[in-house]
T-cell receptor
């Protein structure tokens, strides 16, 4: 089974600064998808960014970008120009591309605090 | 486009009682998921439906949990009888079949078992 590890239980960043959240995963598959989800106190899981494993180019969505290192099985999230509204739990998730289930395997999450 | 709807938002019950949660996915989404999120952890899949058929229920504690998706639209998740360790947030998500865009989540139901 695939496992996802987020080694940073908590991170803190000042407003307007940049922060990087780490994620590593373990898989024997070559084809898969990786995601970062944001979960604010309201509990609503919101998709931040996704990466297809077959793509070498790192995904970017406005202030959010990833550093995908397939050989190292690493998938970090960089948040630039941090805003107060970025404060939330961030979950890294893995999904197989071949398994018919398509369910997400989540890490334990990183709590991001944004200070003024 | 309306999002994934769940009810109730909060539920408090005593152990050994039963409880049911309801989920209405985004219109047209064939795949529906129920996740359990224990405090301090990431969500864990309980069951996945494709239309009204079960695709994966390997992590569903079938002695006490049951789920159905009648007519391939909305779904209910039931716990009977509840245990203290069932206290968690129950998240419902949906996706349009084999979507690569990820899943769309509802607001969740926070269950407290006392």
């Amino acid at each position: 089974a695939q496992t996802v590890t987020q080694s940073q239980p908590e991170m803190s960043v000042q407003e307007a600064e940049t922060v990087t959240l780490s994620c590593t995963y373990d898989t024997s598959e070559s084809d898969y998808y990786l995601f970062w989800y944001k979960q604010p106190p309201s509990r609503q899981m919101i998709l931040v960014i996704r990466q297809e494993a077959y793509k070498q180019q790192n995904a970017t969505e406005n202030r959010f970008s990833v550093n995908f290192q397939k050989a190292a099985k690493s998938f970090s999230l960089k948040i630039s120009d941090s805003q107060l509204g970025d404060a939330a739990m961030y979950f890294c998730a893995y999904r197989s591309a071949r398994n018919s289930g398509y369910a997400l395997n989540f890490g334990k999450g990183t709590s991001l605090l944004v200070t003024p | 486009e309306a999002g994934v709807a769940q009810s109730p938002r909060y539920k408090i019950i005593e152990k050994r009682q039963s409880v049911a949660f309801w989920c209405n996915p985004i219109s047209g989404h064939a795949t529906l998921y129920w996740y359990q999120q224990i405090l301090g952890q990431g969500p864990k899949l309980l069951i996945q439906f494709q239309n009204n058929g079960v695709v994966d229920d390997s992590q569903l504690p079938k002695d006490r949990f049951s789920a159905e998706r009648l007519k391939g639209v909305d779904s209910t998740l039931k716990i009977q009888p509840a245990k203290l360790e069932d206290s968690a947030v129950y998240l419902c998500a949906s996706s349009p079949g084999r979507s690569v865009r990820g899943q769309y989540f509802g607001p969740g139901t926070r269950l407290t078992v006392t």
